[in-house]
Every structure is written in structure tokens, then in C-alpha cells.
């Protein structure tokens, strides 16, 4: 199997244009939304700007979450978008070494590509 990959400064084209490109990601998280409940969570895709996952409760676009694990600890972020139990989060205050990590992380990770998972 051909594993598509390309670095974090890439431009990317298309429809797919964004700040960074995304790479599939699909595991665990915890989303943590203040005076709330830990919700569980299973992500879908990461960037260097933020992630997608799949929340099993809703939350209000425009929450300021923390999410974990990320970058090996708890990052901060903001609800962007929704769709349906997809939700997108923008990254929010992430120090040079989370910044750094998940880029690095990133490098090892199959590009995302939503027209071939159907969604």
C-alpha cells in the first residue's frame, strides 16, 4: 500500500486549499469544555492548525475546549464548525514546543484525503 505523504510547508490545491495541510489521524481524545463533563472523542484528521474528531456529546460552535491527549499533553482550542458529531477545532495558544511537535508528528502520518473516506 502507497502511502501519500508531503511536508507541513507544501502548498496544497484544490478544493483542499488550507492553512496546513491535514493528515489522517484516528484515535482517542478527551474534549473538555468548561464546568463539563470529560467528553469522549475519536479523531478523524490533525493539522498543524487544528483537528476534526467525532464527539459522542454536543458541544457549541465557538467553545473554548481542551483537548488531550495532543502534542503529548492538553492543548487548548476553539469549536470552528460542525456537522452533525464532527467537529472542527482550531488550535488556540499552543506554545513552540506543542507547535513543534505536532508538525513533527504530522510527518509520519498518511495525508487526509476526505473524498476517499465518503465524507
Known amino acids: 500500500m502507497k502511502v501519500e505523504t508531503t511536508s507541513i510547508s507544501e502548498p496544497m490545491s484544490g478544493a483542499d486549499r488550507r492553512r ?3 493528515y489522517r489521524l484516528s484515535g482517542p481524545i478527551t474534549v473538555e469544555v468548561k464546568d463539563g463533563p ?3 472523542a475519536m479523531t478523524i484528521e490533525i493539522s498543524a492548525t487544528g483537528l476534526s474528531a467525532i464527539l459522542s456529546t454536543a458541544i457549541n460552535v465557538g467553545d473554548i475546549v481542551n ?3 495532543i502534542a503529548g499533553g492538553t492543548v487548548s482550542g476553539q469549536a470552528k464548525h460542525n456537522m452533525g458529531k464532527v467537529y472542527g477545532f482550531q488550535f ?3 506554545t513552540e514546543e506543542q507547535s513543534q511537535k505536532i508538525v ?3 510527518r ?3 495525508i487526509y ?3 476517499h473516506l465518503g465524507i
Open 20 to 22: 496546513s495541510p491535514r
Open 38 to 40: 470529560p467528553i469522549p
Open 67 to 69: 483537548l488531550h491527549p
Open 92 to 94: 488556540l495558544g499552543l
Open 104 to 106: 513533527e508528528d504530522c
Open 108 to 110: 509520519h502520518l498518511p
Open 113 to 115: 484525503n476526505p473524498k
